[in-house]
């Protein structure tokens, strides 16, 4: 019953196509790439060392730095270094991101806790660690305790500050909803306003999990005999370049292992967004 | 059970934007709020609901609600506020969580409604999968598990284009005859207002006075017939006519500001 | 267009004529240093003229570390060194980047620098001479740093093993110091500056000092293989030094008392000259004189003996000795 229109193009003139003009800005990241990039680099590197155009002492050849990193995994050391360095990194960051994720709470749902807590951690929180320690030591001596002390204090502001925001972020109609159908308030932090946190908690759990990396050096200042602080520590003082660059390339692993964590973590709680 | 407007005003600061509100909704009533943008339709909405405070007068209720409804007042939001880590059947098991239920209840009220608002077969997708009116079938999913006595819906096709509108609309005159359930629609599409609404309160501009309500006489049904159209666009041509020079001096006041 | 060139090369020649007649007038020399009394004859040479007398213009670069030193040396950034052997600094020189080539501070009898301090728990509980050490949990800053070689030399001197003292490495004086004071260790090795303070507040017990038990070369001067090949700007540096070494020698050195510089008329120019460097009111300064040899030697065999030490705790690289890092032509040898 509709009357159709026509269609058909028409045959009468000459037609010329319309320029294309959408293209680029839109970089699409390869996989590939970044690894065939990484490797031209490193094996530009080498040569420059074998040609003799750098400095051994001033950057040491990719070989050297491997070479290091087996001597020191065949003698055992390595895993000795590693370990030592992983429980500091580990205990310090539970501990640290557990207060952290109370007090980023605490603020964020209670005004009494905001008004004290916010202040409280603008005033601390741009304190260097490192310039803590003598307090520490007089404080905690000279065992583990300061060590993990250091990374957890370090981790601890920017989990605190990160989860508030995220606490804050939550959309507040999901709030009036769930208030709006009677939900108790222990049930809607469980159900609302956690996992509406979540994205900006492990957000901040990249950010502190490189903060721990970083600190672990500062903490193993504190006497530390093994870690891999300690040991690029060492290195440093002996201007033992090659070694310090093998301790720097395993902490650059352990800093690739957490993002890679992470990433998975993100994908398993955040399917949804 | 009726839910009254009594006397109600509301200030935001120095902003007036409720001033004397009164009316009730008898049990199983349809009643539409409309007005001028800015004239404190959505406030009043949240007022009536226990989700903000006047600054005099009260919501009130009266008689009790039926006995199988878990939530007597419930909303539907014009965002929808569905939680979009959780799968369409996690968002309407949602609001029974905390409710005194067996597991066997709880499943068989999510079935229910789920089934009335056909979205069975979509249990287990998540919000960001969902078009528009199908997420707004989901608050309303949740709405229902509820046994709602009055549904508060504040404006909740506004968010939807017409074709998803117009789909959602007949879906809402079904669930009304069915459930024997009240609402206050808030909204400032008069069609919806002149479909929906057994009485159709019009405010004025802020703060918020009532102006005029106006019954319809119809019912629902019989408004849906193509036959009905002309008279509802009367109906509609009606309340326009008392709104429109406020509409006008309200659009112009958002633009200065 | 042109004449703008025409100023131009005008501009260039009378800027490349200034540096030239420049080069003929002074012969430029930058000197790394730390603002420590170790370093005294640095500064007298620079604050009386010594270096300018010899037709130098010597800039002093002042570091807060003995270590970046060693490495602004061998990177070029200055012409000389004027500081202590750490285990880095052999690592450069035994890569040929560095040569030693004169001598500094000593730890002499009778001249306090670096000492043994004791916790008062460990004190107490019967730590009161230098061997006593053996044993104990001790701090120094680094390892492979002059605290770390002492100890070493006291070990051999009691003849017990290095490997029995719990070494703690907490890599600044003020962690070593908080950890003496919190009674976290049993001892440290701090330098006399450091341990007055703690001494004073009662925080830890002075044992003894290094020059006292196991003397030996803390300090040199050095330089890189292509600053020596200017012979006459390292002769001329060298030459200003040791007259600064021999005045810091006869007149605050040989008057010293108990390990303290009189203040006198005939001392006080020069304590307030190493007041003025090393930030210090000169009454510190007094207690702080490091010995430094009157002609500028260098106790070769020392070295030699460090660089063994270093090479057996694995803190240097092996396979060279003292003859490979030290320039025959400058070096005055013991």
């Not at chain 1, 003799?52 to 001597?71: E, S, W």
Request: a positive charge; charged letters at 20%; aromatic letters at 8%.
């Amino acid at each position: 019953m509709l009357d159709r229109a026509a269609s058909e193009i028409a045959q009468d003139a000459a037609t010329r196509p319309v320029r294309f003009r959408g293209a680029g800005f839109v970089p699409a990241s390869s996989r590939l790439g970044g690894w065939i990039a990484l490797a031209l680099v490193i094996a530009l590197w080498q040569a420059a060392g074998s040609a003799g155009l750098v400095n051994p002492l001033f950057l040491p050849a990719p070989l050297a730095i491997a070479r290091a990193i087996y001597q020191l995994a065949i003698s055992g050391a390595l895993w000795q270094h590693v370990s030592a360095s992983l429980l500091r990194i580990g205990v310090g960051w539970v501990l640290g991101t557990a207060a952290g994720v109370a007090v980023g709470f605490a603020i964020g749902l209670s005004r009494l806790a905001r008004s004290v807590g916010i202040t409280f951690i603008s005033a601390l929180f741009p304190i260097p660690k490192i310039a803590l320690l003598p307090l520490l030591i007089l404080w905690l001596g000279i065992g583990e305790e300061p060590k993990i002390a250091t990374i957890a204090l370090g981790v601890f502001f920017s989990t605190a500050i990160s989860v508030y925001s995220g606490v804050d972020a939550v959309p507040r109609n999901l709030i009036r909803m769930a208030q709006s159908f009677n939900v108790p308030f222990a049930t809607i932090v469980r159900k609302v306003i956690w996992p509406g946190a979540l994205p900006a908690i492990l957000a901040g759990f990249r950010i502190t999990a490189s903060v721990a990396l970083l600190l672990v050096v500062s903490a193993e200042m504190i006497g530390a005999q093994y870690g891999i602080g300690a040991f690029v520590l060492q290195a440093g003082n002996l201007m033992q370049t090659d070694q310090l660059l093998a301790g720097v390339v395993i902490l650059s692993v352990f800093g690739l292992a957490v993002g890679k964590v992470i990433g998975w973590l993100e994908v398993k709680l955040l399917h949804w967004r | 059970m009726d839910l009254i407007a009594n006397h109600i005003s509301h200030r935001f600061g120095d902003l007036a934007v409720l001033d004397d509100v009164s009316f009730t909704v008898s049990a199983g009533e349809v009643v539409a709020i409309v007005g001028p943008s800015g004239c404190g339709k959505s406030t009043l909405l949240s007022i009536l609901g226990g989700l903000l405070q006047p600054t005099s007068g009260a919501p009130e209720l009266r008689g009790t609600p039926p006995a199988d409804s878990l939530n007597p007042l419930t909303f539907v939001f014009q965002d929808f506020a569905l939680l979009p880590w959780a799968s369409v059947e996690e968002n309407v098991e949602f609001p029974l969580l905390h409710a005194q239920l067996s597991a066997a209840q709880r499943r068989a009220l999510v079935e229910d409604a789920l089934r009335r608002t056909g979205l069975t077969d979509f249990r287990n997708t998540y919000p960001k999968q969902l078009s528009g009116g199908m997420r707004q079938r989901v608050g309303i999913s949740r709405a229902l598990a509820v046994r709602p006595a009055i549904l508060l819906m504040d404006e909740p096709l506004s968010a939807l284009d017409s074709q998803t509108r117009e789909l959602l609309m007949e879906d809402f005159v079904r669930l009304l005859a069915d459930g024997g359930m009240g609402a206050v629609y808030v909204t400032h599409n008069l069609e919806e207002a002149a479909r929906l609404a057994d009485r159709i309160v019009v405010l004025s501009r802020r703060p918020g006075r009532i102006r005029e309500v106006v019954a319809v006489s119809m019912t629902r049904a019989e408004r849906g017939d193509i036959a009905a159209r002309e008279k509802l666009l009367a109906l509609q041509n009606q309340i326009w006519s008392l709104i429109r020079t406020e509409a006008i001096d309200a659009e112009r006041e958002v633009q200065h500001a | 267009m042109i004449r703008i060139a025409r100023l131009a090369v005008a501009g260039l020649l009378t800027i490349m004529a200034m540096g030239a007649t420049r080069a003929e007038d002074a012969l430029k020399a930058r000197i790394g240093v730390l603002r420590l009394s170790s370093s005294a004859p640095v500064f007298i040479a620079q604050d009386k003229g010594y270096f300018r007398e010899a037709g130098l213009d010597v800039e002093l670069k002042f570091f807060d570390a003995a270590q970046p030193i060693a490495v602004a040396t061998t990177a070029g950034d200055i012409d000389f060194g004027v500081t202590a052997f750490t285990a880095g600094l052999y690592n450069l020189a035994g890569k040929g980047v560095l040569k030693v080539i004169g001598g500094m501070s000593r730890e002499k009898a009778g001249y306090p620098l670096i000492g043994y301090f004791a916790s008062n728990n460990a004190y107490a509980a019967g730590l009161k001479t230098p061997k006593d050490l053996a044993g104990k949990r001790v701090v120094v800053t680094q390892v492979g740093s002059s605290f770390h070689y002492s100890l070493g030399l006291l070990a051999d001197k009691y003849g017990f093993k290095l490997s029995e003292v719990k070494i703690i490495p907490l890599q600044s004086l003020s962690n070593a110091a908080a950890a003496l004071k919190g009674e976290t260790v049993d001892a440290a090795l701090l330098p006399v500056s450091t341990a007055r303070k703690l001494m004073d507040e009662g925080g830890a017990k002075f044992l003894g000092w290094v020059g006292d038990e196991t003397p030996w070369q803390l300090g040199a001067v050095f330089a890189a293989p292509k600053t020596l090949t200017n012979k006459v700007l390292v002769t001329k540096v060298l030459a200003a030094l040791a007259k600064a070494d021999r005045e810091y020698h006869d007149v605050i050195l040989a008057a010293m008392k108990d390990g303290i510089a009189p203040i006198n008329e005939k001392t006080r120019p020069l304590l307030e000259i190493i007041a003025k460097y090393t930030n210090l009111p000169v009454e510190q300064v007094v207690g702080n004189c490091a010995y430094i040899d009157p002609d500028g030697k260098l106790d070769v065999k020392n070295v030699d003996n460090q660089i063994k030490w270093l090479q057996e705790q694995g803190f240097a690289d092996k396979g060279f000795d003292a003859n490979a890092i030290i320039a025959r032509d400058f070096v005055k040898a013991d």
